[in-house]
């Protein structure tokens, strides 16, 4: 690992849900596997009153996580607890930062930290604009002194317009390397190790296109409801929540062409690249290739409109599924399957390769063709499915998988992506980040299918009961393929 220097990170919206869920429990696991500099700070930062001890105790003290999983390690809670600030913001984002400002110079002369810090907005997105501008206005984005970096949550606009305008304004107060927009997805072990499985193995890469692989399946299933989010949930919806984001980049990492470099802009530019060759809707495309869909109440469960924060007349998806293309040399003609949705039978997020016949069936029965399914979460693995002769007389054929479960790689448990996320941005690596560009060209193919979901009377929103694998038209949307089932087998 690299050092990593000395620093300050600075959580606006200290008081909220993801800090305490995510952000802290993160650095905590950061802190005991040694990982943070040896002069580190997390200053925290909302309009909430309050002194260092009471955050200390908000995030610690009362954290469900410090209370199921870290009673035991109190030298490591105390010393990490000592790194822990709050600024008090005044009554809101508005007012003039130049306390904060006078905390952090404080801070690092105290601490003997230079003055390179973090600032990652945790906030409801529509203030980001405006703490990138308190900022700027008191001289906290200058870099004369030590680096300045700015880590955004999503969601990172609403659509295309508001992306461009979010971008833009950001814009006018870092450079664009001094952002990291967060994916979460990308922290993920099993969704970095779509990279290494298709660029460190020459078996697969050879076949990884259109000649070999006859369709690309992803599956995005929770089944959980919209529990307490139902308010937010309610204005984004399945597309927009997960879509346009999490999975639009598990697809460009496995449609992308080989980066000449395992780094930051080699990444990010082969995963540009490839979303700019997605082929563009048309009305009759999106009515054929799209499918939306709401839970419905079934075996105890409620449905989406009985939840909590949402309206009764909720027109919001809950379930997506779409087939799309690309249009280049690797996959002209390979459809994409995803569909993501909650309320579905399992927790699960698998990539499955289905490779093409081979040109003859020479053998007994039907032949099966070969899969190759990545499962990104939970029992992180990856499966190969293929042919094998059953034994004894004639040629009949059987599929039988061979499977490697990523925790036998080693004893460590999978860290969580936030921590990995954490730690890159503190080293300064942003390979594991996107791009304003790829976040807007995600926009781009988005909008038009979200845009007909609003105004074309043709296109139903389904229903599903709670519990079940989703509407029949998603089944149609296959043709002749089937979605696999996730719980059929267990790697
Ligand atoms: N929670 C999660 O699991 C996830 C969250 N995110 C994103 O991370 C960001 C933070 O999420 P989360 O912590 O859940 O959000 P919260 O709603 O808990 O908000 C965080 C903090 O922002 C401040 N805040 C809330 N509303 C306003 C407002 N209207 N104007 C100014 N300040 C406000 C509050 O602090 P105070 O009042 O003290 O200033 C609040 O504690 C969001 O952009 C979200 O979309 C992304 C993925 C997952
Ligand atoms: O970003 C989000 O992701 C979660 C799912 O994340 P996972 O890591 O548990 O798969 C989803 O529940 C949430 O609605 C969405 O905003």
């Known amino acids: 690992m690299n050092k990593i220097d000395d620093q300050i990170l600075v959580i606006f919206g200290a008081s909220g849900d993801l800090t305490a869920r995510k952000l802290i429990p993160a650095l905590y696991h950061l802190c005991k596997g040694e990982y943070l500099p040896k002069n580190f700070i997390v200053l925290g930062a909302s309009r909430t009153d309050m002194t260092d001890e009471e955050f200390r105790n908000r995030v610690i003290t009362e954290s469900k996580f410090f209370k199921d999983e870290h009673k035991s390690d109190k030298a490591c809670m105390e010393d990490f607890a000592s790194k822990l600030f709050y600024q008090d913001l005044g009554g809101d984002y508005n007012s003039s930062y130049e306390p904060v400002k006078q905390r952090l110079l404080e801070l690092s002369k105290e601490h003997d930290i230079p003055e390179n810090y973090i600032f990652y907005l945790s906030t409801p997105p529509s203030i980001y604009i405006n703490i990138a501008n308190n900022l700027s206005a008191v001289g906290l984005t200058d870099q004369s002194n030590g680096w300045k970096r700015l880590v955004v949550e999503k969601p990172f606009g609403y659509d295309l317009k508001s992306a461009k305008k979010l971008n833009k304004g950001l814009l006018k107060c870092f450079n664009e390397h001094q952002i990291y927009r967060i994916d979460h997805y990308l922290g993920k072990e099993t969704v970095q190790n779509l990279l290494v499985t298709r660029f460190s193995n020459s078996i697969f890469e050879p076949l990884w296109n259109k000649n070999y692989i006859s369709h690309v399946e992803i599956t995005n299933a929770e089944s959980e409801g919209v529990g307490s989010r139902g308010g937010y949930y309610d204005g984004s919806g399945a597309f927009r929540d997960m879509f346009q984001n999490h999975l639009m980049q598990i697809v460009s990492l496995v449609a ?12 990010r530019e082969e995963k540009l690249k490839v979303l700019k060759c997605l082929k563009g809707w048309t009305p009759s495309r999106i009515r054929r290739n799209t499918v939306r869909a709401q839970y419905a109440a079934n075996d105890g469960m409620k449905g989406y409109k009985e939840e909590d924060g949402v309206p009764e007349k909720s027109k919001t998806e809950t379930y997506a599924a779409i087939k799309f293309y690309f249009e280049n040399w690797r996959w002209e003609k390979v459809p994409f399957f995803v569909r993501t949705a909650k309320r579905m039978p399992a927790k699960v997020t698998e990539v499955i390769v289905h490779f093409k016949p081979s040109p003859k069936n020479l053998f007994d029965g039907k032949q099966e063709n070969n899969k190759l399914i990545i499962r990104i979460q939970p029992n992180e693995g990856i499966m190969l499915n293929f042919g094998m002769k059953l034994p004894g007389q004639g040629f009949s054929v059987e599929n039988v998988d061979m499977d490697f479960n990523y925790s036998d790689l080693s004893e ?36 038009p299918v979200l845009e007909a979901w609003k105004n074309d009377k043709d296109i139903e929103l389904h229903q599903y009961k709670a519990g079940t694998w989703g509407p029949k038209a998603a089944d149609k949307l296959l043709g002749k393929f089937d979605w696999r089932d996730p719980t059929e087998d267990n790697i």
């Open 412 to 447: 460590d448990d999978v860290p969580e992506a936030y921590e990995r996320l954490l730690l890159d941005v503190m080293q300064g690596d942003a390979t594991l980040y996107a791009l304003g560009a790829e976040v807007e060209e995600a926009w781009a193919f988005v909008d």
């Open 256 to 267: 992308m062409e080989p980066p000449y470099a395992i780094e930051a802009n080699a990444i």
